[in-house]
């Protein structure tokens, strides 16, 4: 990729990340306060099994709906279309209401079935209970992304990025207000702990944000001067287009979802088996935390460079500028793997003293910490192939190829579902929990070789040898930078002690990995590091 190209990446990732990195470290600090107010116990893992299918809902509609038809439909309309696309966009948004709204009464009313991942008894009624009032957040998900892709389309994408901070604000609210209320100091570890008033206030709570979110989206599309007016002659929509492409994303989320209630169902089954003996074992909260830390990484550095990017790759994709296309696609690699590597390499150096830093506060109990360290350590490695494997699959979103990443993620998915029953059926109960994030990782570096082959056969070459090349180069420099850190969490007297040495211990010695990173990186000449140097100098007008 030519170095101006790989600025305006660069540039427009940047200026976007900026709201993408306040959006996660908000949402962090919702995941952190939640984790202390709730604990790794019973209403902990309840809280976690009842969000987590919306919330991967959301995930999969703003990686595949998103991505694979809403936004690739409305780059080409406002390109093509007399009026900017501003019927058609209409049209979809009336349609996505409709279909939205009859796909949340379903999934209300299917609350109990999602309750089956937990343990049968209280645990059970419990989750029941919370997904009565979270299920809902389905139909205002799906708007926000829907209204993102109109503004995205716009070349406006600020307030998509921004507005999930107020998702996260009046959710961190909510996990305040359970601790002053409820909390105290006192784990829930039986039902009995748990009233009609806490499963309100946190069901609710967590409702009320997305519904806001969606809210604070409205002037912005006023600002782009787009007017939302019902518009029912769908028929004007290429409907086939649409039902072609949205049966594979379907298939494709359908897929996900029975492998996400899977891993959830078998987190609360090693849960359950120690519960009763009197012992802890982790459970979905112990998987979700460090899921999320995870997502936050790629969420700032993977979701930015991907919105940055999407509609570049698909407007070359509708000119059949395959060049353009590989040119993007091997650009945005390997910005992203300059900024993703070394992260992984800190999760995996320092991942207790980050995990105790996070997490240990409130009820989140020291062992409880200690098990979110290990399964941070997975998800630092399984890290790079998951972002390579999700920029890959926007490459076929950008040819509105939906079928292509069903396919693919098909057999992935079969990988990743037999991994979690190796893990369940071979591990002790306690490193369960670790094992299923590890068959996660496996599966994204099958996802990574297939795309990568698939991809070369229809585009030709990739110029893979020297994103590897780049690749190797930053790992090198990232290793260093890790080693040093490692080497200071051994030498620091008691890195895991009060909260301020454990955010010290954290702090210091991840930001001097990053030191040492760039500096390892301009002496192995990595090209991104001049890259991000000149767009830092034209940003300061020198």
């Known amino acids: 990729m030519s170095a101006t190209a790989t600025e305006g990446v660069a540039r427009s990732s940047i200026v976007m990340g900026l709201g993408s990195l306040v959006s996660r470290i908000t949402g962090f600090a919702r995941t952190v306060v939640l984790s202390g107010a709730l604990g790794a116990t019973l209403l902990g893992n309840a809280y976690t099994t009842a969000q ?19 936004l690739p439909l409305f780059v080409k309309a406002r390109k093509n279309d007399l009026d900017g696309g501003d019927a058609f966009t209409q049209r979809m948004l009336t349609l996505a209401f409709v279909l939205l709204g009859l796909a949340t009464v379903v999934a209300t009313l299917a609350s109990p079935v999602v309750a089956l991942t937990a343990d049968p008894g209280d645990p059970r009624e419990i989750v029941t209970s919370l997904s009565y009032w979270m299920m809902p957040a389905l139909f205002f998900y799906g708007m926000a992304a829907i209204l993102g892709g109109v503004l995205n389309s716009r070349d406006h994408f600020a307030a998509p990025m921004w507005v999930p901070i107020i998702n996260n604000l009046v959710v961190i609210a909510v996990g305040v207000a359970f601790w002053a209320v409820f909390t105290g100091a006192v784990p829930f570890n039986t039902a009995d702990q748990i009233t009609p008033g806490m499963i309100m206030l946190l069901g609710g709570g967590t409702l009320a944000g997305i519904v806001i979110q969606v809210l604070a989206l409205l002037p912005a599309l006023k600002k782009v001067h787009f007017r939302w007016k019902w518009r029912f002659d769908f028929r004007e929509l290429p409907l086939r287009k649409i039902a072609r492409m949205a049966s594979w994303t379907i298939l494709f989320v359908v897929a996900n979802q029975l492998s996400v209630l899977l891993v959830i169902k078998l987190a609360n089954m090693a849960y359950g088996s120690a519960k009763d003996e009197g012992f802890w074992v982790p459970g979905p909260i112990v998987y979700n935390n460090a899921y999320l830390i995870m997502m936050m990484v790629y969420g700032i550095i ?143 570096v099958v996802s990574v070789f297939l795309t990568t082959a698939i991809l070369r056969k229809r585009l030709g070459l990739l110029g893979m040898g020297n994103i590897l090349k780049g690749q190797l180069a930053m790992l090198v420099a990232a290793l260093c930078g890790g080693a040093v850190a490692w080497l200071g969490y051994t030498v620091w007297p008691d890195p895991l002690g009060d909260k301020f040495q454990q955010i010290l211990s954290s702090a210091v010695l991840g930001g001097a990995a990053l030191l040492v990173y760039v500096v390892v990186c301009m002496v192995l000449r990595v090209h991104e590091v001049r890259d991000l140097r000149s767009l830092v100098r034209s940003k300061l007008g020198r």
Do not use: C, H
């Open 52 to 70: 987590f299918f919306p919330q991967m809902i959301f995930e999969l509609v703003m990686g595949g709906i998103f991505t694979g038809i809403i």
């Open 302 to 444: 993977g979701v930015s460079i991907v919105t940055a990017l999407m509609p570049r790759m698909t407007r070359a994709a509708d000119d059949r500028n395959w060049g353009e296309l590989k040119e993007q696609l091997a650009g945005g690699t390997r910005m992203m793997s300059f900024l993703v590597i070394p992260l992984a390499v800190i999760l995996v150096a320092l991942n207790q003293p980050a995990a105790y830093a996070v997490f240990n506060w409130g009820v989140y109990l020291d062992d409880q910490a200690t098990a979110t360290g290990y399964v941070l350590a997975v998800a630092g490695m399984a890290l790079l192939p998951f972002a390579m494997s999700q920029i890959q699959y926007y490459a076929f979103f950008a040819q509105t190829d939906t079928r292509m990443v069903a396919l693919i993620n098909l057999p992935v998915i079969i990988f990743r579902v037999a991994f979690y029953l190796f893990a369940f059926a071979l591990l002790p109960m306690e490193w369960v929990v670790v094992g299923l994030f590890a068959a996660n990782g496996i599966s994204y």
